[in-house]
């Protein structure tokens, strides 16, 4: 089962970037936003990343600035813009990475169910979402599988593949070794909540803000030991300043509506508190720090 051309739906903040490293690996690639304004933003996006890259690439002395220019411009010329959903009929794998809405991706699945080539495999860029409910809505959930990348995806190297109960043996193959032609390095794992990362990640983090409350210890002092202590190169608070405090509250409501038993998913009231008060982090210039001139303080 050989992918050759793939479909991204959504070119945003993650699409753009699957976009871009999915024609890098050699893929021919629909980049598909219904929005022109949006569609044209996010190939800008991809053409300003791919000169950087390049020009990168002559620092290094990897390339001369000739073949730079031409790799660049090879891997522009893989991706076609798209407004229509029907220009994905061919693909074989879409990818979907729109917004974070699990109603609005089952409806996106089951319209494309009804459109894609049979043989199609369907996977969702989500990083909460159970991948099972996507799948049963697409009406084929043996081909199709979660792909979650990394923000951000140029750089970053991990793909979690997720598979469910029904997803096939050879869908999942695929779906790996399109993640390694991506220059990714793809884990595997099931359909549980935040798969890998997050699964691990955000209860992290709830516990550091849950200290914090309480008064066990400073913001400053949770952060450096465990920077000094595990060798991470952020502590916990600082982490959830740059995911976004809303982002994460969003995931938490997600996880403790499905799983209303789950202690490590309990959402802290400062959390809660400071998304009512608009305060994200780093975004927004103040969450458990305050970043104004993005400098933390």
């Not at 933003?41 to 990897?62: P, Y």
Request: charge should be negative; include cysteine.
């Amino acid at each position: 089962m050989k992918i050759e051309k793939v479909g991204v739906v959504g070119c945003g903040l993650m699409g753009h970037g699957i976009v871009q490293v999915a024609a890098a690996g050699g893929h021919q690639v629909v980049a598909c936003e219904l929005d022109q304004g949006a569609l044209d933003k996010g190939i800008g996006r991809i053409e300003k990343s791919l000169a950087k890259f390049a020009s990168k690439n002559v620092e290094k002395g990897k390339m001369s600035e000739d073949e730079a220019q031409a790799w660049a411009a090879e891997v522009r010329g893989r991706i076609t813009p798209s407004t229509e959903v029907t220009a994905l009929h061919d693909c074989d794998l879409v990818v979907e990475a729109i917004v974070e809405n699990l109603d609005i991706k089952k409806s996106f699945f089951a319209e494309l169910g009804a459109n894609a080539k049979p043989d199609a495999i369907f996977a969702s860029n989500t990083s909460s979402f159970p991948v099972r409910e996507m799948a049963a809505a697409s009406g084929r959930p043996e081909r199709f599988v979660g792909l979650h990348f990394f923000n951000p995806v140029q750089l970053m190297r991990l793909v979690e593949v997720v598979r469910t109960d029904e997803t096939d043996e050879e869908v999942f193959a695929a779906a790996r070794a399109f993640g390694e032609a991506c220059g990714k390095s793809p884990v595997g794992c099931k359909d549980t909540p935040g798969f890998v990362v997050n699964r691990l990640l955000v209860p992290y983090m709830v516990q550091a803000i849950s200290m914090l409350d309480r008064g066990d210890a400073s913001k400053e002092d949770i952060d450096t030991a465990m920077q000094l202590g595990c060798g991470y190169p952020m502590g916990p608070l600082t982490l959830t300043d740059y995911v976004g405090l809303d982002t994460t509250l969003s995931i938490l409501e997600g996880w403790t509506a499905r799983y209303p038993d789950d202690p490590a998913f309990a959402i802290p009231e400062s959390l809660r508190l400071k998304v009512s008060e608009g305060k994200l982090g780093r975004k927004t210039g103040e969450g458990y720090y305050s970043w104004e001139g993005d400098k933390k303080s």
